[in-house]
């Protein structure tokens, strides 16, 4: 297991901010699977939850 690379010039002071390349809802997650298995996306992948999901 090794670290994670520090982005040049990064100093710790500041924040990193994620890269975010689609949002899907939970039910639609086979669909962002297949966005993760295309590797087409840039970014992070994000499910999203309702209410109605935690039921």
Known sequence: ?????????????GS?????DSTFPLS???????????SENVGKIILTMQPADLV
């Open 28 to 38: 639609h997650a086979a669909d962002a699977h297949r966005r993760m298995e295309s």
């Open 1 to 13: 297991m090794h670290a994670a690379a520090i982005p040049e010039g990064f100093d710790g002071a």
């Open 16 to 20: 990193l901010e994620p890269v975010v």
